[in-house]
């Protein structure tokens, strides 16, 4: 199946109110892990590209509660929610949420010791800028840690995918997961990204 882009950013309230309500908590946690197992030493500074409500990043600051956190994401919507979800019983100095576009950041170079992200490389219609800017972000002993859906075969195949995992959820979010899963890259295409940007190996 040819790819289909869809919107880059999820900007209405009922979007993101329906993803924020969804249960990721099962994948989200593996992925916390998975950031305790190749975490830098603290003190260190994470950014969490595209954090959405936020659940990864705080998931992970209970993990590791000694490190700096930043969750970015160019939704307003999706930043209330994380702040929202901070405030309820998570909170910590040492979490901030910051709005801006992680195609064209604003850090200065080589500051983060880790550069984390969930499901946001399949939102854009181009990712080169976006690795571009990890690239430039990173320390040179850094760790890179990205992790997105892969495109399956066939508008079938995806809907497939969509009713076993997430056969209970509501229709909007049936539907969010239909389109970003035609939206996505497979592991092919990453790789030549990454060739492209000097980021593979
Ligand atoms: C599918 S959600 C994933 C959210 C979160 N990472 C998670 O795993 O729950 C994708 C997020 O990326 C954000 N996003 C899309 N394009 C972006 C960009 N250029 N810069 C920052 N955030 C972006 C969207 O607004 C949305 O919140």
């Known amino acids: 199946m040819e790819r289909v882009p869809e919107p880059e950013i999820m900007s209405s309230a009922e979007e993101a109110r329906v993803y924020y309500k969804a249960d990721f908590s099962e994948v989200n946690q593996e992925f916390a892990h998975r950031v305790l197992e190749l975490a830098p030493q603290p003190p260190a500074l994470l950014i969490d590209l595209g954090c959405g409500p936020g659940d990864i990043l705080i998931r992970t600051m209970k993990l590791i509660p000694q490190l700096c956190f930043i969750g970015l994401d160019?939704?307003?919507?999706?930043?209330?929610?994380?702040?929202?979800?901070?405030?309820?019983?998570?909170?910590?100095?040492?979490?901030?949420?910051?709005?801006?576009?992680?195609?064209?950041?604003?850090?200065?170079?080589?500051?983060f010791d880790m550069v984390i992200s969930n499901s946001l490389v399949h939102h854009l219609?181009?990712?080169?800028?976006?690795?571009?800017?990890?690239?430039?972000?990173?320390k040179p002993e850094g760790t890179i840690l990205f992790r997105d859906l892969a495109r399956p075969s066939s508008p079938e195949a995806a809907w497939e995918i969509v009713e076993k995992y997430s056969g209970n959820e509501p229709p909007l979010l049936k539907i969010l997961f239909f389109h970003s899963l035609k939206a996505s890259f497979r592991i092919n295409e990453i790789k030549e990204q990454l060739t492209r940007v000097g980021l593979s190996g």
């Open 74 to 111: 160019a939704s307003a919507e999706m930043l209330k929610l994380a702040v929202e979800e901070t405030k309820k019983n998570h909170f910590s100095p040492k979490i901030s949420f910051i709005q801006g576009d992680a195609k064209k950041l604003s850090f200065p170079s080589h500051l």
């Open 125 to 138: 219609l181009d990712p080169l800028p976006l690795w571009e800017e990890v690239k430039r972000i990173i």
